[in-house]
């Protein structure tokens, strides 16, 4: 999932920052050049825990946490930051669950009243908040909304950072000097004449044989059996056809379409997906975010910015809109470039707004920082997913009544010809083109090692997950080693601490036999001076 950015001054129209935004779940600190300071709290991003329940009784999304309706204009309280709020009332739910221990495994907190939703957080802390800091915090939820690719009445209050336990992606946020499209233009160099453009597929028609439910394992034997009979038969058991009528053969395809593109059919399956395939196709969240980008004759912002923010006054409808700006010119040879981010509603409202509204709505955000006497754009470009028949919107989210196992039910394989990849299919790092990627070469291990193995049984049925590391097995991995290591520590220091004992006890009886050889001398002198 892709992060907060970094946030404005309270009571400011816009921040500057040195930073690019954050992503995959990581926070950047407010840097302000304008406005008042911004209060440590304010820069202080948490992200709460989550807790395990059962998706189908969650009744709680974001939106909850949001009732500006219930604030009064009054003084700045600590307690309005977005994470701060939802980490009070994650609490809260931990604490009524703990508090129900004769019902194990029925996630209790999800069935008490509006006190444990995130709203009633914020609107039951001490004091109120200022309209200047109502707006500061809208573009915080702007920030979230954009971060998870859906407004917050969309998202799973339980599960929406799903993917935090894994940490994300190390190393620095950074930009790709001349896009990001280098990287599939380099692999796809690789493929030659076998790469087909221009080629949407339709259809896609497959055998049934050796196909298992995904909660049921079967009779061992039978499915072995079906295995093997689908070994024996033709290892062309795929037909996909083309838009322009064509019809290709295939041991197995590999589905990588978006997960938008799922939802509404863009490609039928014949047979039919199964049932549990397609409910997990249902249940998992397909957000949208949009861009509005800008060619000026010149550049009058800083040069040296990666981003800067600006707030929206006008609330949820509108907050999302143009809220930050991305200085492209660094990564395009210096073309004075500017990319607008819209999220939330209204990302959804771009796709039907047309590009001089869109760029009006850039302007007027622009102006409110730099003035109004601002160069005309020369060029204006904007990005509407939503619209796009090959995409149906930007990235997954995990939605309300829905939860991380989604992304596990999605990466599983239909019998042994239908497998399945894209970022909707990596629980670890979804939302991403690291995630993306991933998740196509774990499938395609996956379909060498079928292709290889036509009559292993289990090939199939075992969803392949994204080869990682999630930080609690990271600690676990640690404190193992530490165990290890104080294992080894102890017996070492019991090694030593038995050697010295044992050269003391030597050094003792040697000292004890100096002892009493010196005492046997002394006798014997005595002895022999009595008889002089």
């Known amino acids: 999932m892709q992060g907060p950015s970094a946030a404005p001054a309270a009571g400011a129209d816009a921040t500057a920052t040195g930073n690019s935004p954050a992503a995959n779940g990581q926070a950047?600190?407010?840097?302000?050049?304008?406005?008042?300071?911004?209060?440590?709290?304010?820069?202080?991003?948490?992200?709460?825990?989550?807790?395990?329940?059962?998706?189908?009784?969650?009744?709680?999304?974001?939106?909850?946490?949001?009732?500006?309706?219930?604030?009064?204009?009054?003084?700045?309280?600590?307690?309005?930051?977005?994470?701060?709020?939802?980490?009070?009332?994650?609490?809260?739910?931990?604490?009524?669950?703990?508090?129900?221990?004769?019902?194990?495994?029925?996630?209790?907190?999800?069935?008490?009243?509006?006190?444990?939703?995130?709203?009633?957080?914020?609107?039951?802390?001490?004091?109120?908040?200022?309209?200047?800091?109502?707006?500061?915090?809208?573009?915080?939820?702007?920030?979230?909304?954009?971060?998870?690719?859906?407004?917050?009445?969309?998202?799973?209050?339980?599960?929406?950072?799903?993917?935090?336990?894994?940490?994300?992606f190390g190393g620095p946020h950074c930009m790709v000097v001349g896009g990001l499209q280098q990287t599939m233009q380099g692999l796809a160099a690789q493929l030659?004449?076998?790469?087909?453009?221009?080629?949407?597929?339709?259809?896609?028609?497959?055998?049934?044989?050796?196909?298992?439910?995904?909660?049921?394992?079967?009779?061992?034997?039978?499915?072995?059996?079906?295995?093997?009979?689908?070994?024996?038969k033709q290892q062309r058991v795929v037909k996909v056809t083309t838009a322009q009528g064509e019809v290709l053969e295939a041991s197995l395809v590999l589905v990588t379409v978006p997960l938008g593109v799922l939802k509404q059919g863009g490609v039928k399956f014949v047979p039919a997906l199964p049932e549990w395939k397609q409910q997990a196709v249902q249940r998992m969240g397909f957000g949208n975010f949009n861009k509005v980008v800008l060619q000026f004759p010149t550049m009058f912002w800083h040069a040296n910015l990666d981003c800067f923010s600006v707030t929206q006054p006008k609330g949820p409808d509108t907050r999302g809109r143009c809220f930050i700006f991305w200085n492209l010119a660094r990564v395009s040879e210096g073309a004075p470039l500017l990319a607008a981010l819209v999220s939330g509603k209204a990302a959804q409202a771009a796709e039907a707004a047309t590009d001089e509204e869109m760029q009006e709505h850039a302007l007027q955000a622009l102006r409110r920082v730099y003035g109004d006497a601002l160069p005309a754009p020369l060029a204006c470009h904007v990005t509407r997913w939503a619209s796009d028949k090959y995409t149906k919107g930007g990235n997954s989210y995990v939605a309300l009544g829905c939860s991380g196992a989604e992304y596990d039910t999605l990466a599983q394989p239909v019998g042994r010809s239908i497998l399945f990849a894209g970022e909707h299919t990596c629980k670890e790092h979804p939302s991403t083109v690291?995630?993306?990627?991933?998740?196509?070469?774990?499938?395609?291990?996956?379909?060498?090692?079928?292709?290889?193995?036509?009559?292993?049984?289990?090939?199939?049925?075992?969803?392949?997950?994204?080869?990682?590391?999630?930080r609690t097995e990271k600690r676990k991995?640690?404190?193992?080693?530490?165990?290890?290591?104080?294992?080894e520590a102890g017996r070492l220091h019991k090694k030593h601490k038995k050697k010295k004992k044992e050269k003391k006890e030597k050094r003792d009886k040697k000292d004890k036999r100096k002892n009493k050889n010196k005492q046997a001398e002394a006798e014997a002198e005595a002895a022999a001076s009595g008889d002089e």
């Open 434 to 470: 690291g995630g993306a990627m991933l998740s196509g070469m774990r499938e395609a291990a996956h379909a060498l090692h079928l292709l290889r193995n036509p009559a292993e049984a289990d090939a199939a049925y075992v969803s392949s997950r994204t080869e990682t590391i999630s």
């Open 28 to 168: 950047s600190e407010a840097a302000a050049t304008s406005g008042p300071e911004t209060p440590q709290h304010m820069q202080e991003q948490q992200q709460p825990q989550q807790d395990a329940g059962d998706p189908n009784k969650e009744q709680l999304s974001m939106q909850d946490a949001q009732h500006p309706e219930q604030w009064q204009e009054q003084q700045p309280v600590q307690n309005c930051l977005p994470q701060r709020a939802i980490g009070e009332a994650e609490r809260q739910l931990q604490q009524q669950q703990s508090a129900s221990p004769d019902k194990p495994g029925v996630d209790t907190a999800w069935q008490q009243p509006a006190a444990a939703t995130v709203g009633a957080a914020i609107a039951t802390a001490p004091g109120a908040i200022t309209a200047d800091w109502l707006q500061l915090l809208d573009w915080q939820w702007a920030n979230f909304e954009y971060g998870c690719n859906a407004s917050l009445d969309e998202l799973s209050l339980q599960h929406w950072d799903q993917d935090g336990e894994w940490g994300g």
């Open 192 to 232: 030659g004449d076998a790469l087909r453009l221009s080629c949407p597929v339709t259809c896609i028609r497959y055998s049934t044989a050796g196909q298992q439910s995904a909660s049921d394992a079967g009779n061992g034997e039978q499915v072995q059996e079906a295995a093997n009979e689908a070994a024996d």
């Open 477 to 487: 991995c640690m404190q193992g080693e530490d165990a290890a290591d104080d294992a």
